[in-house]
């Protein structure tokens, strides 16, 4: 069972470069999900996605982009990575979506993407 | 705008004996829920219990528990004979409806030492 699934698990860029998270889920979830982990600061909502085609802003979107490809797949781009972008990203999924409530309230995530930006 | 505050970041317990992690959210809607989760270090975010705001009765999951005190905003977290693979960040969370979609907020956690 791969549940989430992030590519890769880790990363060092260089100020500037670009690069592109992937996250794949294969539970048919409606809901994905980007965080960031920062010590001291728990995991602070970056993106959104209700649903395929639709994508929202979370607490801390700002030098971030996403695409939700299909309904398996949620990437996040760095396009101009900056020292400040230094963290712990996770992916994760849940059941519930845009217009469809869930009970299983339960969302699952990904194994991690440390990055460090030199 | 919702928010999830854990007050201690770090706390320690001697193994087998019990401990309390404390958790307060701030939410105007009535219908909610509420959870804890735990990240060892392998990373890995491990669901360990779940409450829903609109039922009285305080979840449980073996040697896990909550005390779920709607009105105070309070939900925290006990475990009971503590074991050594119980060292690890653990984060409260809170699930809000947003614009018809659904998204967790977090609080920033609490480290948990474990004592042989």
């Known amino acids: 069972n791969a549940g989430v699934t992030q590519t890769p698990k880790f990363q060092v860029l260089k100020t500037g470069q670009s690069m592109t998270l992937q996250c794949a889920q294969d539970?048919?979830?409606?809901?994905m999900y980007w965080y960031r982990q920062d010590p001291g600061m728990g995991l602070r909502l970056i993106y959104y996605?209700?649903?395929?085609?639709?994508?929202d802003k979370g607490e801390v979107p700002n030098g971030y982009n996403v695409s939700r490809l299909n309904k398996r797949e949620f990437s996040l781009r760095l396009e101009s990575a900056a020292p400040s972008q230094t963290s712990v990203y996770f992916c994760?999924?849940?059941?519930?979506?845009?217009?469809?409530?869930?009970?299983?309230?339960?969302?699952?995530f990904g194994q991690g993407t440390r990055l460090t930006v030199v | 705008a919702q928010t999830v505050t854990q007050s201690q970041p770090e706390m320690s317990v001697q193994e087998a004996e019990t401990v309390t992690l404390s958790c307060t959210y701030d939410?105007?809607?009535?219908?909610?829920?509420l959870f804890w989760y735990k990240q060892p270090p392998s990373r890995q975010m491990i669901l360990v219990i779940r409450?829903?705001?609109?039922?009285?009765q305080n979840a449980t999951e073996n040697r896990f528990s909550v005390n779920f005190q709607k009105a105070a905003k309070s939900f925290s977290l006990k475990i009971s004979d503590s074991q050594l693979g119980d060292a690890a960040m653990y984060f409260c969370?809170?699930?809000?409806?947003?614009?018809?979609?659904?998204?967790?907020?977090f609080g920033k956690g609490t480290k948990l030492t474990v004592n042989p």
């Open positions: 994760a999924s849940s059941e519930a979506g845009q217009g469809v409530p869930s009970q299983n309230t339960e969302a699952f």
């Open positions: 539970m048919n979830h409606n809901s």
């Open positions: 996605s209700a649903s395929e085609g639709t994508t």
């Open positions: 939410t105007s809607e009535s219908d909610y829920y």
């Open positions: 409450q829903e705001a609109y039922k009285q």
């Open positions: 969370a809170y699930r809000m409806l947003q614009g018809g979609s659904e998204k967790l907020v």
